[in-house]
Nanobody, 119 residues
Framework: QVQLVESGGGLVQAGGSLRLSCAASGRTFSSYAMGWFRQGPGKEREFVAE????????VYADSEKGRFTISGDNAKNTVYLQMNSLKPEDTAVYYCAAASRADTGYNYWGQGTQVTVSS
């Protein structure tokens, strides 16, 4: 059984910062990539950022470039999302996800952590 557990969400004022963490556990768990998604009020879930372990390649959604940074430790199955210059429109439940292989897509998901940015 693979579990992804997020932490670090909370309430922050616009312009502030938060750092989300996600730890994956499970017997012999390994992944091709880990990433972050979010779902705002009344919106569909959207991609935020991902980290591919094989070459440490990172990909970001356009709206997060320059403000968010994804990093992680493959050996610890842990990924982080540093979020700076937060805006009220960043308010959402943030989900951590893991892709077992390149051809599986994101097939493991965490329960999510709430991030609320006040104006």
């Amino acid at each position: 059984q693979v579990q992804l557990v997020e932490s670090g969400g909370g309430l922050v004022q616009a312009g502030g910062s938060l750092r989300l963490s996600c730890a994956a556990s499970g017997r012999t768990f390994s992944s091709y990539a880990m990433g972050w998604f979010r779902q705002g009020p009344g919106k569909e879930r959207e991609f935020v950022a991902e980290l591919r372990w094989s070459d440490n390649r990172t990909v970001y959604a356009d709206s997060e470039k320059g403000r968010f940074t994804i990093s992680g430790d493959n050996a610890k199955n842990t990924v982080y999302l540093q979020m700076n210059s937060l805006k009220p429109e960043d308010t959402a439940v943030y989900y951590c996800a893991a892709a077992s292989r390149a051809d599986t897509g994101y097939n493991y998901w965490g329960q999510g952590t709430q991030v609320t940015v006040s104006s």
